[in-house]
């Protein structure tokens, strides 16, 4: 007769053991190290329902509305134009971080670590660097969405162009084509869904990005949100979370639509 009950857990080895404790004493001793208080998360509900109570409604004022709008506007000049720029830049480079297409793999490595410290750094910190850089304005977000957008995109290009068919690329090699024909005959063209794809994620991030960099003085909406909660304007600065909110889920549910149909048709 067949055992169908589940099967049950099996009683870890003493490597197991000591392995999950010193994972439970890693995870407290992190709760500790960031504040993690029973006491204020129990006395945070009021405070909350206080700020709510002073944020609603948002302020719904023409000439408000009209100010933000056009801060949102220069929010989603700065991560367009940041992103495109970004995306391609992120090709050539991506083409020299890929292993085995036309470089070699100390040059590979090198310039994996450079995309890698790239992405370490938050882009509201490269946004401080190009406002030291260029000045105050919204250049400076766009400066930084552009590096952001190499660190995210310059990775993942090369990994889409290493998973690609190696089938066609060995086929033009046989050939006698050259590695440059062989990468923009072969390899690029069967990572471009990849690439379309990562795209359209590097430009929601971008979006989200951008919202955030006024608050160092690099241009969009995100000063003026700072600003409501400086001077306790709280209905200002909610419309601001909304407006962010509204334009960030847009712009997702717009790349998402765009990706399905662009690959869909490539496939």
């Known amino acids: ?51 709510a109570s002073r944020a609603f409604p948002p302020n719904m004022d023409p000439q408000v509305l009209a100010r933000l ?12 134009a940041g992103a495109v720029i970004g995306v391609i830049l992120s090709v050539p480079i991506a083409l020299v971080a890929a292993r085995g297409l036309i470089a070699g793999p100390a040059v590979n490595q090198i310039v994996r670590t450079l995309l890698g410290f790239i992405r370490a750094v938050p882009e509201i910190a490269w946004a401080l660097v190009f406002v030291v850089a260029v000045g105050l304005g919204p250049f400076a977000g766009m400066l930084a969405i552009v590096v952001d957008t190499i660190g995210f995109c310059g990775r993942f290009f090369a990994d889409d162009m290493e998973g690609t068919d190696k089938g066609p690329a060995e086929s033009l090699t046989a050939t006698g ?19 379309i794809s990562t795209g359209l994620f590097a430009l929601e991030k971008a979006v989200r990005s ?20 400086d001077l306790f304007d709280y209905p200002t600065a909610m419309t601001v979370i ?26």
């Open 1 to 51: 007769m067949t055992d169908l009950s589940p099967a049950r857990l099996e009683r870890p080895s003493a490597v197991s053991f000591l392995g999950y404790t010193l994972g439970l004493v890693i995870v407290f001793w992190c709760l500790a190290g960031a504040g993690f208080s029973i006491d204020k998360v129990m006395s945070s509900p009021p405070r909350f329902a206080d700020f």
């Open 69 to 80: 709008g056009w801060k949102m506007v220069e929010t989603l000049q700065i991560a367009v």
């Open 177 to 195: 084509a050259r590695k440059i024909d062989v990468v923009a005959c072969a390899t690029i063209p069967a990572a471009m869904p990849a690439f």
């Open 210 to 229: 951008s919202t955030i960099l006024g608050l160092v003085g690099a241009g969009g909406i995100g000063i003026e949100l700072k600003v409501g909660f």
């Open 242 to 267: 909304l407006m962010i909110a509204v334009v960030v889920i847009a712009i997702e549910q717009l790349s998402g639509w765009a990706r399905i149909r662009i690959i869909g048709d490539q496939q």
